[in-house]
Every structure is written in C-alpha cells, then in structure tokens.
C-alpha cells in the first residue's frame, strides 16, 4: 500500500504545537514544588505530620502530556503518608475522606490563592488562575508482612469512602520500561511511541466540545502501547498504522485492562471510549486521500490538518524537490525486527 509521505510535516507539528517545551515544563516544576511547599507549611502550621514521600505521576512523570490553548494542565503528584500518621488526636484512623480533608485544609491555610483546593473523590485539587491545576492524590503507606522477618510496603488510594490498593507510580514504571524495551530492540522504537501517545492525545482534545467526551489519557496510552506499529523514520505512517489497529481493535470491543490493577481502564460499552472510537474512524476516512496513488501534497496536508483540527501543516513551507513526496510501500507487520530493509519495526 502507497501512501503520501508527510513525515517531516507531521515532526514539525509534534515539535512545534503538540508536546510541551522546557519552558511549559519547568513552570510546571515550578507551580508543583510550590504546591508541595504549601502543604508542607500547612501541615506544620497545624502541628500534623508530614507524608514520608511525594511523587509526580500520570502524564507529566511519564512526558506524554501535550500542549493546551486553555492551559488546561492537570499536574498529579501523589502523597504518601504512614498509617499512624494519618490518625486523629484521639488516635483513630483517619477515613478516606478525612485524609483529604487534611490535606486540603494544609494547602488552604495559603490565602494567596484565589481558588481554594478543593477535595476531589480521589485527590485535593489547586486551581491556578492560569488554568493549571494541580491533582494530589493521598494514599497511605502499609507495612506487609511476607514472612517472619521480610516486610515491603503497600499502598492504597482515599478513593470515595474507602481506602483502595492503588499506586500510580506503577503505571509511570509501566509506561517507562516499555519505552525503554521498545529502544533495547529498535533504536528509537520507544521514542516514536511517546511521540505517537502525544499526538494521539492532542488529536482526542482537538476540539474543545470533545475534551469531556473523550477517554482518559492513560486508556489511550494503553491501547496506543498495546497496538504500536512502528516505522522507522516515518511517524506519519506509524501513527496511520497504529491508529488502523486500535480502530479495528475497538470496533470489536472497548474493554481495555489496566496496565498493572485489576481493576479495568474501560468495560465493554464504556461511552467515553466509544466516543474516542468514533472520532478515529472518522480520522481513518479522512486520511484514506493518503493512499491514493496520486495524492498531493496539498491534499495531504490538508487531510492532516482536519485530523488535528488545526492549519499549521497546510502553511508550512514546501520542501524542497516540488510538491510531491516519495510514496512509503508498507510491508505487514510481522516481528520486531527489521525486515527486508524497508525500515519497519512493530
């Protein structure tokens, strides 16, 4: 199968308007390192314990989180105290809801901020004037006992009313070895797969009526990872293949399990992934222009730009050698090695 090389279009619009630049991240760090100060001044200031760890997790730990008009940045950092540090003055265990009621009370004794935190069913959320916001989740630290003499730790989420085994630093680990892995076997296998989560997310919020219809980040990074088609040096074509077999993957269920939990990311029928199936069927119709055998770049380029919603690929400078590319001839995907020479990996 022919189709129409836009690889350096598409590269430069990753770059350039889908994932975030040092600058984005650093105010970031920034806006995170002072969440974590005021809770720590809170909690002091009430005379409460301190938790023994605070870890980033979701999207930003795991460097797929994507560029915003609204700066709408959900920034999750995980709180992590000792049981017995997570008890009243009478020495009861603090209830799921009471810990983030704890929590939320640290962070507000700051009355810099406008918005308040609020308490969330599974964090304490700060809102930031400039559309941040930043996500903490509590947890709380057990000590298991897997023998006479061994221990390790568990963890478990305030989740609602009760406590719920949870880490979401495991899911960070998940995401990371597996780029690590896919980069062990292919050079540069598992940097294309971020790229093509970052440019699978951009695309499920380009629209801002589809930002709260659309699945959750992770569910698309599962399916994206779980049916990743490289190509080497063509992230145009990776993202088309993968986007093929997470179509027909989902057309014959949306079931998706979690990466690590027993717990699923979708059931079968789950109406925001049904939605996100949807809009990527229409994706695949639009960009089927690719595969005529005398599509033009134009056509290509505008094709593109109706996936992403944007006008940024149609008003890049033609490159060099006229209006035409080279045509990629795809060959099935069939290992994860390099084939014949044609430069794919799966």
């Known amino acids: 199968m022919s189709v129409f090389d836009c690889s350096s279009e598409i590269s430069k619009f990753h770059d350039e308007k889908v994932t975030l630049g040092e600058r984005e991240r650093r105010d970031m760090r920034e806006r995170r390192d002072n969440g974590r100060t005021r809770l720590q001044n809170g909690l002091d200031e009430a005379g409460q314990a301190n938790p023994k760890m605070i870890h980033s997790q979701g999207s930003y730990q795991m460097r797929t989180m994507v560029q915003d008009a609204d700066c709408d940045y959900d920034i999750d950092d995980g709180v992590y105290f000792r049981v017995e540090d997570l008890r009243d003055r009478y020495g009861d265990d603090l209830t799921p809801l009471k810990a983030r009621e704890r929590v939320c009370d640290a962070l507000t004794r700051d009355r810099r901020f406008e918005n308040p ?204 050698g006229g209006e035409r590319s080279a045509f990629f001839i795809a060959t099935e995907n069939k290992s994860d090695t390099r084939d014949d020479g044609n430069g794919r990996y799966g």
């Not at 809102?127 to 568990?154: C, F, K, N």
């Not at 960070?172 to 896919?182: G, N, S, Y």
């Not at 698309?220 to 145009?236: C, L, T």
């Not at 229409?282 to 599509?295: F, G, I």
Request: glycine share 4%; hydrophobic share 35%.
């Open 117 to 320: 935190a609020e308490v969330h069913n599974n964090c304490v959320r700060q809102q930031y004037q400039a559309g941040y916001h930043i996500d903490m989740p509590v947890y709380r630290i057990l000590i298991e006992h897997a023998g006479t003499t061994e221990e390790r730790e568990a963890y478990e989420l305030a989740s609602g009313d009760t406590w719920e085994p949870s880490d979401a630093r495991s899911v960070t680990r998940w995401f990371k070895d597996t780029i690590k892995e896919l980069n062990d076997e292919v050079d540069g296998a598992g940097s294309q797969l971020r790229r093509l989560v970052r440019l699978t997310k951009a695309f499920a919020r380009s629209r801002d009526e589809w930002k709260d219809r659309t699945t959750s980040g992770i569910t698309i990074s599962r399916i994206m990872v779980d049916e990743f088609r490289g190509v080497d040096g063509r992230d145009d074509q990776a993202l088309l293949d993968t986007w093929k077999a997470a179509d027909y993957r989902l057309t014959r269920s949306t079931h998706v399990a979690h990466p690590v939990n027993s717990k699923d990311l979708a059931e079968d029928g789950d109406s925001k992934l049904c939605f996100f199936r949807e809009r990527l069927a229409e994706a695949l119709e639009t960009l089927r222009v690719l595969e005529n055998h005398d599509c033009t770049r134009n056509e290509a380029r505008a094709a593109w730009d109706k996936v992403f919603n944007t006008t940024y690929i149609g008003n890049l400078p033609d490159p060099q």
